[in-house]
């Protein structure tokens, strides 16, 4: 029998399958797109997932993150990461070096997807298999999660997330967040001649009129040939609980803030971990707790600013309130681990 069944091959579902699969136990990844996967995403790693990476056996290609840069239109503040440096890389890289590892490890790779699960006190039967555990990493709107009706319903606005690349040379080796009144957009160097830029908002505006609120980013991308755009959204998402008998709820399937910090990778990578340690120790239960402990600083500080982002008049305090107090800024940032 299948040890632990994977629904969904992004990067959550693959690290919990490699993660099962280090353990010595069976485990087979469903995904019905190709490798490698794209989306959009941020393609910043922070630091915390840079060693998550590593522990996993996996050394890949990038750019080098030194910190993060806060800007509006007249001042910035920044911080460098402690104790390790993140990683700018393309969604599309780091899905094939996970994709290849797994298979090195022998994660066994179906194509096909989740719909429909059945569970008893001891196997789990979805997509024709039969599995004693069952992962669901099947993303922001996971269809696992809606059929066990894990889903809870929210009444805040969503914000929606959008991402281009624009082939130009990078200027900055920190993560640039710049921010308006109405939203931010995101700067990620990812190779010697490409950036990541995306823009979060609450408006479902395109791009270019996103883009439009940064006139100096806006001027510095002019001329750089672009890329299409990947949309993300609603980014938001409630979960009852992550823990339905034999069912476990990783990654953004687990429940999901928004991308403002950047985080979602690492905390994908992290709690794909929690989850197999606690099939391991036989206490499935405990990764409830588990993921609770090792997201709250995230929800703590993505919870603030999103709060502060959420009125024009308090979102243009969020960067001179940065640089007027770099020690808090600094130490908000060392969160992003």
Same mark, same amino acid.
């Given at each position: 029998?299948?040890?632990?069944?994977?629904?969904?091959?992004?990067?959550?579902?693959?690290?919990?399958?490699?993660?099962?699969?280090?353990?010595?136990?069976?485990?087979?990844?469903?995904?019905?797109?190709?490798?490698? =996967?794209?989306?959009?995403?941020?393609?910043?790693?922070?630091?915390?997932? =840079?060693?998550?990476l590593r522990t996993l056996?996996?050394?890949?290609?990038?750019?080098?993150?030194?910190?993060?840069?806060?800007?509006?239109?007249?001042?910035?503040?920044?911080?460098?990461?402690?104790?390790?440096?993140?990683?700018?890389?393309?969604?599309?890289?780091?899905?094939?070096?996970?994709?290849?590892r797994a298979r090195d490890l022998g994660v066994e790779m179906v194509t096909g997807k989740v719909s429909e699960v059945r569970q008893s006190a001891d196997r789990v039967v979805a997509a024709g298999?039969?599995?004693? $555990?069952?992962?669901?990493?099947?993303?922001l709107h996971s269809p696992v999660r809606r059929g066990l009706g894990l889903a809870l319903p929210d009444r805040a606005e969503g914000r929606y997330g959008l991402r281009r690349h624009y082939r130009v040379e990078p200027w900055t080796d920190f993560v640039e967040v710049? $921010?308006?009144?109405h939203g931010e957009a995101y700067?990620?160097? =990812?190779?010697?001649?490409?950036?990541?830029?995306? =823009?979060?908002?609450?408006?479902?505006?395109?791009?270019?009129?996103? *883009?439009?609120?940064f006139p100096a980013l806006a001027a510095r991308l002019r001329d750089a040939t672009a890329t299409a755009v990947r949309g993300a959204g609603p980014l938001r998402q409630r979960v009852r609980r992550r823990v339905a008998g034999r069912i476990l709820l990783v990654g953004d399937a687990a429940g999901y803030t928004d991308a403002?910090?950047?985080?979602?990778?690492? *905390?994908?990578?992290?709690?794909?971990?929690?989850?197999?340690?606690?099939?391991?120790?036989?206490r499935p239960e405990a990764y409830?707790?588990? $993921?609770?402990?090792?997201?709250?600083?995230?929800?703590?500080?993505?919870?603030? *600013? *999103?709060?502060?982002g959420?009125?024009?008049?308090?979102?243009?305090?969020?960067?001179?309130?940065?640089?007027?107090?770099p020690a808090v800024f600094s130490a908000a940032v060392h969160v992003l681990r």
């Open positions: 029998m299948i040890d632990v069944l994977v629904a969904g091959g992004g990067p959550a579902g693959l690290a919990a399958a490699m993660h099962a699969a280090l353990a010595g136990m069976r485990a087979v990844v469903v995904e019905p797109r190709s490798a490698p =996967v794209d989306k959009a995403c941020g393609e910043g790693v922070m630091p915390g997932g =840079v060693a998550a056996g996996i050394d890949v290609a990038g750019r080098e993150l030194r910190g993060i840069r806060y800007l509006d239109a007249t001042r910035r503040a920044e911080a460098a990461f402690r104790g390790g440096t993140g990683l700018g890389i393309r969604r599309t890289t780091l899905h094939a070096a996970l994709h290849q298999m039969t599995a004693r $555990w069952l992962i669901a990493a099947d993303g710049h $921010w308006s009144a700067v990620t160097p =990812v190779a010697d001649d490409l950036v990541g830029v995306a =823009v979060l908002s609450r408006s479902r505006r395109g791009y270019d009129d996103h *883009l439009a609120a403002l910090t950047g985080e979602g990778i690492a *905390l994908g990578l992290r709690s794909a971990e929690a989850a197999v340690r606690s099939l391991v120790g036989g409830e707790a588990a $993921w609770a402990r090792l997201t709250r600083r995230h929800r703590l500080l993505t919870g603030a *600013l *999103l709060t502060a959420r009125h024009p008049r308090t979102a243009r305090l969020v960067v001179p309130a940065a640089s007027r107090l």
